[in-house]
């Protein structure tokens, strides 16, 4: 089993949309969350931190479950520019802080 | 002008040659890393290091061997190269802050192995 497990998608959806993608994490050590961005063919960047208590930016909405391991994304009005993968990423305190990503969340928002 | 570059940008290569790909940063990070990332498996960490001349492996270095001669760069070997070692490799630096580090990845490279 992978250490963080996401639905690969493709999440296909129309502009103004809103769409949740989802992660769950097996390690409790964990203690750190991330959502990374990627686009195609190009390198990983940090879309926004995950912190227990929910955080919002813009129309991004990050939220952390530490009891159930599980974190989500919330993306309202959907926009083209929303199309990438979406890595759910986590670090492990006995880690030395080293990254564990998952294997990503494709979206495809349409016209 | 980008703070991670990486050289090449795409190379194809034979099975058993020998490849180094190289990773630059202008951050001043102390902390950098190699991963390769593959369809459907996600980003996996190869080697790390937190300063110069400190080396850590990652959770799949067989086959694999860097060089950590200056704190701005950072180069991954393979020896002896095999066609699944063909993937799309990135590296990435990230200061000391803790747990809540951000990573910054270079461009990638994307390596095939005939």
């Known amino acids: 089993r992978k250490e963080v497990e996401q639905d690969p998608g493709p999440f296909n959806v129309p502009e103004g949309a809103t769409v949740a993608f989802n992660c769950t994490y097996s390690?409790?050590?964990?203690?750190?969350f991330f959502w990374y961005r990627q686009d195609c063919r190009k390198e990983p960047k940090l879309l926004m931190s995950?912190?227990?208590s929910g955080n919002e930016d813009g129309r991004f909405t990050a939220q952390l479950n530490r009891a159930s391991q599980y974190i989500s994304l919330l993306i309202r009005d959907s926009k083209l520019s929303d199309s990438a993968t979406y890595l759910c990423?986590?670090?492990?305190?006995?880690?030395?802080?080293?990254?564990?990503f998952g294997s990503g969340t494709r979206l495809l928002v349409r016209p | 002008d980008a703070d991670v570059t990486q050289t090449p940008r795409n190379r194809i290569t034979k099975t058993g040659k020998r490849i180094m790909l190289e990773c630059s940063q202008t951050?001043?990070?102390?902390?950098m890393y190699w991963y390769r990332q593959d369809p459907g498996l996600g980003l996996r960490l190869i080697y790390y290091?937190?300063?110069?001349?400190?080396?850590n492996k990652g959770e799949i270095s067989d086959g694999y061997s860097v060089s950590r001669q200056a704190q701005a760069k950072f180069s991954l070997s393979l020896e002896s190269a095999i066609p699944n070692q063909t993937a799309l490799y990135f590296c990435?630096?990230?200061?000391?802050?803790?747990?809540?580090?951000?990573?910054?990845f270079g461009p990638g490279t994307r390596l095939t192995v005939l």
């Open positions: 990435a630096t990230s200061d000391n802050g803790g747990p809540n580090n951000e990573q910054f």
């Open positions: 390690n409790s050590a964990s203690q750190s």
């Open positions: 995950v912190y227990s």
């Open positions: 990423v986590v670090n492990r305190l006995d880690s030395s802080y080293k990254l564990i």
């Open positions: 951050k001043g990070h102390d902390r």
């Open positions: 290091s937190f300063d110069v001349k400190d080396i």
